[in-house]
Structures are given as structure tokens and as C-alpha cells.
């Protein structure tokens, strides 16, 4: 039998002074520094988002920082807004919320066009061509993002009902590069990987699943694919199909990397979060933005 230790208990109190210490740190490292006064902080959910937005706003203007997750940059955004003396803004992926009703936030809040930073890059069909041509060295005529997608379709279906009816279902990890390689994840095959937590019914409620999928179907809906689906999940596809469809071995993280040096300046002017940016920054009277 394997024992799993549990972490200590923390109550609702200590998470939110946790937060707002972490908050107060990041406030006196931007503000301790000569140069990092001088700019604008920036809150992303993670290191790996900086290379995405550092490709429309100047990085000599901005100063990131990492809140490792959505729910931190929340907290510290609320942090911040009470005890920053300074204009910031926070940037966090939509996730589904765009496929309910963005919920009402402040104006210095703003969310990618699609489900990630990944996916913000990935809707541009440029972005898609240039990234395949430089990992595989070959013609590739087939939407081979448009096919992650619908192989991972149930996946993400059934992630949008755990998040939607706030089930708090556990994904485990899989193998996304040769799990049913070719073929669509069956919601059996992708139920084996769904772990209940202390807050969730024992039992998955199925036919409520069932009912959600054929009353929110999509499949032909590429721009609500893109709201739909996990980057990260996209390309842990993409590393299987560039594998088995084109003998190409290639990482996550080298897809990523790919990903992001074809994503350009022109690329983000078309994007509703560069837009969103560019009216705040005029109102703010406060140039950021390249």
C-alpha cells in the first residue's frame, strides 16, 4: 500500500496573509530596484508567459513577474490594488471563461483571445505554417493543430464540464504523444486519468456529461476549438503527431520554443488582447506597448 503524505492544513486566513505577504514582496522588489521603478509591473501566471508577451509589450517599460498560477496572479492583483501605489496591470489566460460569460473585472485586468498564451499564438494560421516548416522540413498541407484538437476533444470537453459545474475532478497526466495515436481520446480511454478529490462526487455523473456534449457541441467550431483546448495539451499532441505522421522527434518544450519565434509583432496587433492593451494604455496616457 503506498502512503501519501499530507501537506499541512492551512486555513482560509493564512492563505490569503500568504498571498499578500508574497504581494508585498513583489512590490518592494519592483520598487527597491532603480530600473524596475522606472516601469510598469506586470503580473503573468508564469516564466514561460514572458516569452509570449514580450513579443508586443517593451520589456524596457515593463517589469514581469511570475505568480506561478491564475489563482496568485488573482490575489496579488488584489493585493496590489489595494497597496501598489503604482499603475500595474495583470494578464491571465481565459481558460474557458470565454466560453460562459466573462465574468466583470477591472480595467487593468485583461485575458488572452483564446484558452492560453499557447493557443493566443497558435489561432494564427502564419504562426501554425512557420512553426511546422521549421520542425518537420517538409510540406505539411493538413491542419495538423485543427487535428490535436479534435483528437483531444473529449479531453477538453470534460475538463470545461469539471471546471463549469466546479466538480474539482483531478486530471492525472498521460501520455498525450502515443496515447490512441491517430484517433480521437474516447471519454472511456480519458475517464481512467480522472481522479476524484475530498470535494468531489464519488461517482462521475455521466449522463449530465452526456447531455452537456451534445447540447455544447463543437467540433466544427474552429474559433471555439481554440477557446476550448489546452495549449499545453495541443502540443504535447502536436510532439505525437509530428512523431508517428512525420518521423519526427521532437520535445514539448522544442514545439513551445518553435512556437514562439514565429509568433510576431504583427501577429499580436491582430489579437483582441493586443487592442484591449492599446485603448488602456491611451486612456492611462502610458506608452507600454511596441
Known sequence: MTSVKMGKFKSLRAIVQESNLVAREAILAH????????????????????????????????DFK????????????????????????????????????????????????????????LCHKKVQETTIKKITHKRVDEDVVLMAEMELYNL??????????????????????????GSELSVNTVQQYITPTKKSPKKFPMQPFNKFLDKNNIRTDFEMLHQLTNGHDVISRLSGIFKHNYK???????????????????????????????????????????
Open 31 to 62: 520598487k527597491a530596484d532603480k530600473e524596475t521603478i522606472k516601469k510598469v509591473l506586470v503580473l503573468i501566471e508564469g516564466t514561460d508567459d514572458k516569452s509570449v508577451y514580450s513579443v508586443f509589450l517593451d520589456v524596457d517599460k515593463v
Open 66 to 121: 511570475d505568480c506561478n498560477g491564475c489563482l496568485n496572479v488573482e490575489k496579488q492583483h488584489n493585493t496590489l490594488k489595494e497597496e501598489h501605489g503604482s499603475v500595474f496591470i495583470s494578464i491571465l489566460d481565459s481558460d474557458f471563461k470565454r466560453m460562459d460569460v466573462m465574468p466583470d473585472h477591472d480595467e487593468n485586468l485583461f485575458y488572452t483571445d483564446y484558452h492560453d498564451s499557447e493557443m493566443q499564438m
Open 156 to 181: 477538453s470537453m470534460l475538463k470545461w464540464f469539471n471546471s463549469r459545474r466546479n466538480l474539482r475532478y483531478r486530471f492525472e497526466a498521460m501520455d498525450l504523444v502515443n496515447l490512441c495515436k
Open 248 to 290: 519526427c522527434q521532437v520535445s514539448d518544450t522544442k514545439i513551445r520554443d518553435t512556437i514562439c519565434k514565429s509568433f510576431t509583432l504583427e501577429n499580436a496587433r491582430k489579437s483582441k488582447l493586443y487592442n484591449d492593451l492599446k485603448k488602456w494604455c491611451s486612456s492611462k496616457k502610458i506608452s507600454i506597448l511596441k
